[in-house]
């Protein structure tokens, strides 16, 4: 069996292994920790683990090495990229830097660590706002990459002078304001869970402010939120507007609620990429090993660490 493999092999190596929320299932299920990526790599920097193998994408193995330097951090398929942190690069921020001098650099922690090595203070989905109202409300903000979480972060602040990123997930970009519309139709009673990254966030708002969904039916929420909410919607169908993945651990969270997704193709093929067999050979090869520059890993974690200090560091993706 691949799972006897892998306890074998972790007790060897003196491995932790951290899943991803929207990992199969299978991963989730072997994983020691599973969970947000801020939350999952704030946990493996605790444990006395010689390893971390993080089960998800590249950013995220990045967060996991920023955070436990002298640990070695392993992703079992490093080609297991994200578009939303694809969307800005390094490159990219420094010339709009460069454009809007004096301006405080907000980026979600789904960016690479050279974007966050040029970031002020990182945000989560469930502290976003808080860290922008910790700003001087006369400074101007860049926000990136997540033009959707950005929208939010601009409604739920009421500020002016943020200038967001025109970046988006694929995966919760196609997660469309019909569809939620139908959804919401077919299930009258139905809670909403909505991921601030979805495509169909700023249509919920607008569908409970026109009064055609109840107010307080919807729910945006970070994956953790969601976790959390979920021991309060303990039966009845629950529409959930975020990565399929999700459903396995609010299955596990309240297993008489019936939690359905607001779009069942909404997979990212990147998370999908770990595979058991790809877990058995990260360790046992120690494949893929992600590294990043002590002087970018400083930078990072100080974005990270200013966050962490204005408090919630809650979940992101
Ligand atoms: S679901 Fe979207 S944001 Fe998350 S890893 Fe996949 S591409 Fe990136």
């Not at 998800?56 to 070695?72: C, Q, R, Y």
């Not at 976003?128 to 997540?146: G, H, R, Y």
Request: hydrophobic share 40%.
């Amino acid at each position: 069996m691949w799972t006897d493999e892998v306890q074998k092999l972790k007790k060897e190596r003196n491995a932790v292994i951290l899943a991803h929320n929207y990992q199969i299932p299978e991963i989730q299920d072997i994983a020691d920790f599973t969970g947000d990526s801020l939350a999952l790599s704030r946990i493996a920097a605790d444990t006395d683990a010689d390893v971390i193998v993080f089960c998800g994408v590249h950013f995220m193995a990045e967060s996991a090495k920023i955070l436990s330097p002298d640990k070695t951090v392993l992703i079992p398929d490093e080609a297991a990229g994200c578009s939303l942190a694809d969307s800005i690069t390094a490159e990219q921020l420094r010339e709009w830097k460069a454009e809007h001098p004096g301006a405080v650099v907000v980026s979600y922690v789904n960016t690479t660590a050279d974007v966050k090595a040029l970031t002020d203070v990182c945000c989560t989905s469930s502290n976003a706002v808080d860290v922008v109202n910790s700003i001087d409300p006369d400074a101007e903000i860049l926000f990136c990459p997540d033009q959707f979480l950005g929208a939010h972060v601009k409604r739920q602040t009421g500020r002016e002078n943020i200038r967001i990123w025109a970046g988006e997930c694929h995966v919760h970009a196609g997660i469309n304001g019909k569809e939620l519309a139908g959804q919401a139709a077919a299930h009258p009673d139905a809670p909403l869970y909505i991921h601030p990254e979805c495509g169909c966030a700023n249509s919920a708002i607008y569908l409970a402010s026109e009064g055609v969904i109840a107010p307080e039916r919807v729910h945006m929420l970070s994956t953790g939120g969601m976790l959390d909410q979920a021991d309060r919607d303990t039966e009845g169908t629950v529409l959930v507007a975020t990565e399929v993945g999700m459903l396995h651990q609010l299955q596990k969270k309240s297993p008489l609620a019936d939690f359905q997704p607001v779009n069942p193709q909404a997979s990212c093929k990147y998370m999908k990429m770990i595979t058991p067999e790809k877990l058995v050979a990260s360790l046992r090869d120690m494949r893929d090993e992600v590294t990043v520059p002590e002087e970018t890993a400083a930078k990072a974690r100080q974005s990270l660490e200013r966050m962490i200090a204005i408090g919630n560091p809650g979940s992101g993706e």
